[in-house]
């Protein structure tokens, strides 16, 4: 589409319409400006397209050729290929959320955003072919509108650079069905073109009627042609809607064929001689003459106009959230009858001036070359047509997705996984999978542990291994084999956080590590458990004194201190507490009884060694364990007796054997020598307050009980 004459690639539009086919050829210069070269207007010679619907190919595909025929004598030239709208009555939108959280806080990128964006497109996919199984017809998604972006749950203009737990959009997808497609091409090609660019009427005219600086207001935009009246809305500087009606400008005229009894193509020609003239003669079926004044065809067709504007404005309303616009563009030739706009702002409840034609307005930057062109609402989507094609080269492309012949609307961003999408494959195939999460709980808190990641889909573009994400072009060759899932989550008890492998207890002034003890639904387990969905784990930090005993292999004797305090076999021993295990029953030691003789005098049928004892059970962590004296006398227990325990030095200690406590019973159960000075001054707190050796003590205290230099 090159000629010399002109200094910029030639643009070739069609509007083809309910009533006639309107060609547009011209370019952009350097100034941004659009210049019209050459136009023509069809009308059909028949209904062969009816509420934007092409019903008859061969004709239109004639008349096509009739405009084709025209633009290139008027510009001397060959046109091969042109840019098309398909009609919004046929349009299908859903609005849809989607949101991606990242497993850690994430700076987002351009492949996040894409990500998230194909996730929505997925989803109103998905509401689509829910909402339309019973029809069976396929539905290609021609585009979409990005309406909010979410960073955290609140709205932000961009996303990309920002850091994010959580991304989300609010987008508008588009689609339009197989057949009206098919309907398109069909009729172009019969023509002899090729389709350079496919874009929606609705979104051509509002390209133009709308720029983007008037978008941050809630304007709606109605092109009202012949068939349809296609409505797009606007807010927050987003299109927030597209909508329809199949009523416009043909049931204007065919009030006329009724009221005045003509045939359909004479009473178009009354309905455009209201727009210049005073006076309308013409001739009925009877072959009858008439002469009518403009004043009374408008009278005579007000109720149609009145049952096309108010289905308009219930439409706007709906779109719009229950809610009227601020203001109201309307363009395309049904809507210049007298009355129209009048009518459309009285049931949308806006003053008068709110709702205006848009022609020579917003065709500002359009020149027309031709002489005796005036701009007009009827020539907006026309040109809007053809400005499409600077902002969105696109086309259908066919390529083979693992054997199947499938049909993409090209918006030269295509990659292999809008190729998926269209199949139907599952978004969740083409990315790695994560094996089955395991749920539980430990000491009471909810746990789950999250499955091992599989392996991404294995992709291949004409036998070649690649990426879901690589660029795609006509006759392509997709093979496409599913994700993997990952290992379903496996969890050993040993591995849990809150699991430390042992427990250390001082023995006979020794440490010894005992396993910890965890419970599962009531049954004691090791550490090598595998956890399984549903388990209720509790940890205990804690042994009993017979538990001790009974792993140490040794037997329960009587004197056996915990913390200095005879202890019973039900005793709780927590962590750093000290045990003092007696070598023989019978005896009560002070440091003095100690002497070369000790040796000789343990009981000769002993036969166990607390040294080897202790060694047997954890020889990676005690070397050499030492079977030590006791050094403190057995306190006796009279009386009412209530157990208390509190923390000294950050460790444990429980007092028995006494109603009530003093700071100085401490030393009764805590090995603190008094007699030996370790510094210049004793410290001596309780609960972090400086105390003296009489004050009273209780269960919880803390206590801190040292020498300071």
């Not at 090159?2 to 643009?11: A, D, G, I």
């Not at 019969?190 to 979104?203: D, F, M």
């Not at 660029?471 to 379903?488: M, P």
Request: proline share 3%.
């Amino acid at each position: 589409m090159e000629n010399k004459r002109y200094p910029e690639h030639l643009v070739y539009g069609l509007d083809i319409g309910t009533r006639s086919i309107v060609g547009t050829v011209g370019y952009r210069d350097n100034s941004n400006q659009f210049l019209v070269v050459a136009q023509c207007v069809r009308e059909h010679e028949t209904r062969a397209m009816m509420d934007g619907q092409i019903h008859d190919i061969g004709k239109v595909a004639e008349t096509i050729l009739s405009v084709t025929r025209e633009l290139e004598k008027q510009t001397d030239c060959k046109l091969t290929e042109v840019c098309i709208a398909a009609a919004g009555r046929v349009l299908k939108t859903v609005t849809v959320d989607a949101e991606y959280e990242f497993p850690s806080e994430t700076t987002v990128n351009e492949e996040h955003i894409h990500s998230l964006d194909l996730i929505g497109v997925e989803k109103a996919y998905e509401t689509l072919r829910s909402d339309m199984q019973e029809d069976k017809i396929n539905f290609y998604c021609v585009g979409y509108s990005v309406i909010h972006y979410y960073l955290n749950g609140y709205t932000i203009g961009k996303l990309e650079g920002h850091k994010a737990n959580r991304i989300g959009t609010k987008l508008l997808a588009t689609f339009l069905p197989d057949e009206v497609i098919d309907g398109l091409y069909s009729a172009v090609e019969r023509a002899g073109l090729q389709v350079a660019n496919l874009t929606l009427e609705p979104i051509a005219a509002i390209n133009v009627a709308i720029p983007e600086k008037f978008r941050l207001l809630n304007i709606a935009m109605v092109d009202v042609g012949a068939g349809t009246s296609d409505i797009s809305i606007t807010k927050d500087g987003s299109i927030i809607a597209y909508g329809m009606i199949p009523s416009a400008g043909d049931e204007i005229t065919e009030a006329i064929v009724q009221t005045y009894l003509v045939e359909f193509k004479a009473a178009e020609t009354i309905k455009l001689s209201c727009l210049k003239k005073k006076k309308i003669t013409y001739k009925d079926i009877m072959g009858l003459s008439h002469k009518i004044t403009t004043e009374e065809v408008i009278e005579n067709v007000s109720e149609a106009v009145r049952k096309i504007t108010k289905s308009i404005a219930e439409r706007i309303i709906k779109l719009n959230g229950d809610k009227a616009v601020s203001a109201v563009f309307v363009v395309g030739g049904g809507g210049k009858i007298p009355g129209f706009i009048t009518s459309l702002a009285e049931y949308l409840g806006l003053q008068k001036d709110r709702v205006a034609l848009r022609g020579e307005e917003v065709l500002g930057e359009v020149t027309f070359l031709q002489e005796g062109i005036k701009k007009d609402p009827l020539l907006v989507t026309p040109i809007g047509i053809c400005l499409n094609f600077y902002d969105q080269s696109n086309n259908f492309i066919f390529v083979h997705v693992n054997g199947e012949r499938v049909k993409l609307y090209d918006n030269n961003k295509l990659s292999i996984v809008d190729a998926a999408i269209q199949i139907g494959f599952p978004n969740e195939k083409l990315f790695p999978r994560r094996g089955k999460a395991l749920e539980f709980t430990i000491n009471g808190s909810k746990r789950m542990a999250r499955g091992e990641l599989g392996e991404a889909a294995l992709v291949k573009l004409n036998g070649e291994v690649t990426g879901i994400s690589h660029r795609i072009e006509q006759n392509d060759k997709i093979e496409i084999i599913e994700s993997t899932v990952g290992r379903a989550a496996e969890v050993e008890v040993g591995k849990l956080p809150e699991y430390k492998s042992t427990i250390t207890f001082v023995l006979n002034d020794k440490h010894i590590s005992c396993p910890k003890f965890v419970e599962v639904n009531g049954e004691l387990v090791s550490e090598f458990y595998k956890i399984k969905d549903g388990d209720d784990i509790q940890i205990r930090n804690y042994y009993t004194l017979g538990q001790i005993l009974e792993f140490m292999d040794l037997p329960f004797r009587d004197n056996i201190l915990v913390n200095h305090v005879v202890a019973a076999k039900d005793e709780k021993v927590y962590e750093n507490f000290n045990i003092q295990y007696p070598i023989k029953d019978e005896y009560t030691y002070t440091e003095n009884q100690f002497d070369d003789s000790f040796e000789d005098t343990r009981d000769e049928n002993l036969s166990y060694n607390i040294e080897e004892k202790i060694a047997d059970v954890t020889p990676s962590q005690v070397a050499e364990v030492m079977a030590a004296e006791l050094k403190t006398p057995v306190v006796e227990r009279t009386g009412v007796t209530n157990d208390i325990y509190v923390s000294i030095n950050r460790e444990p200690i429980k007092l028995s054997g006494k109603e009530k406590y003093i700071f100085v019973d401490v030393f009764d159960f805590y090995p603190f020598d008094l007699t030996k000075a370790g510094g210049s001054e004793l410290i001596i707190t309780l609960n972090g307050e400086k105390t003296d050796f009489t004050h009273p003590i209780k269960d919880s205290d803390i206590i801190e009980l040292y020498w300071k230099n």
